[in-house]
């Protein structure tokens, strides 16, 4: 599943084509995504695009009528391709601008999302209870103290919690908390202020690392311009369960944590 740096890899790649464009058509080819691609989404033909930002794995194009709001899903993808582009199997939705490019949605397996909001966007169902960006400066030591007092859940379910933190995904999360020297299974209303203020450091510069690599390279995942990711390369913990651990050599153990793959080194992250 594409994660924040995937996400905001495709952002700034579509950015420089959509800013400043006027959109001349939307053609939804299979509107049975994850929530039915509403008819009013058709509202942002005749606009120009003001912005495209990211919030958590949102993405959010702007105009003057109100805000599209896209999910990547398990599998979407977005490109930008000339309009002469045959469309292919799962090629589900087209953005058409007057610059004769268009910005094409495919998603294999149909659970992303393409939706309007002409609310203030903060104020949409889906965005108006996200906890901070991991990247902003209101994500901290102290803040993330606070969210954690007295809660016996496992630090890796809470740091995955969009409700605390947004877009830390499963594969960020494993890296973080190994970089950070913490058992994922530890209760994290247990964590005193150093340990978290380590770890809010580690999940900085873990993902600000991933988004300038390209994001990391998945199976169903390749950045706007067709590249892909290479922050894999140096991934720790995360799908290396029963190998090597890359800092004392023991043998990384894996277990199932909230229903997800989780990888760490019993030595490096004693509990």
């Known amino acids: 599943m594409p994660e924040l740096p995937e996400v905001e890899v495709t952002r ?5 084509y959509l800013v400043d464009q ?13 929530w039915p691609v509403p008819q009013i989404a058709q509202q942002i033909v005749g606009q120009v695009i003001r912005n495209v930002r990211r919030r958590a794995k949102y993405l ?3 105009t003057d009528a109100g805000t599209t709001i896209v999910h990547l899903g398990m599998s979407g993808s977005l490109r930008i391709v000339p309009k002469s582009t045959p469309v292919e199997k799962h090629d589900h939705i087209d953005l058409e601008l007057a610059s004769g490019k268009i910005l094409r949605f495919n998603d294999p397996r149909r659970f992303g999302a393409w939706l309007w909001c002409e609310l203030p966007e ?31 859940k496992a630090i890796k379910l809470c740091l995955m919690d969009n409700h605390i933190v947004v877009g830390v995904g ?3 999360a494993n890296e973080a908390l190994f970089a950070a020297g913490i058992h994922p299974q530890t209760e994290a209303g247990r964590l005193d202020i150093e340990r978290l203020t380590i770890l ?11 988004i300038k690599q390209g994001g990391t390279t998945l199976k169903d995942f390749t950045n706007a311009d067709g590249k892909p990711g290479y922050f894999a390369q140096k991934l720790h913990v995360y799908g290396r369960g029963g190998k090597t651990c890359t800092q004392c050599g023991n043998l990384l153990s894996e277990i199932k944590l909230g229903q997800r793959a989780t990888v760490f080194c019993g030595i490096c992250q004693q509990r």
């Open 60 to 62: 959010l194009i702007d």
């Open 22 to 34: 006027e959109v001349i058509g939307l053609v939804v080819r299979n509107a049975s995504l994850r």
């Open 122 to 152: 903060e104020a949409h169902p889906l965005l108006s209870k996200l906890g901070p960006e991991p990247l902003k400066d209101d994500f901290t030591p102290k803040y993330l103290f606070e969210s954690l007092k007295n809660k016996k």
């Open 200 to 210: 809010v450091t580690e999940v900085k510069q873990i993902l600000a690392s991933a």
């Open 170 to 172: 499963n594969i960020y």
């Open 12 to 16: 700034q790649g579509i950015s420089p």
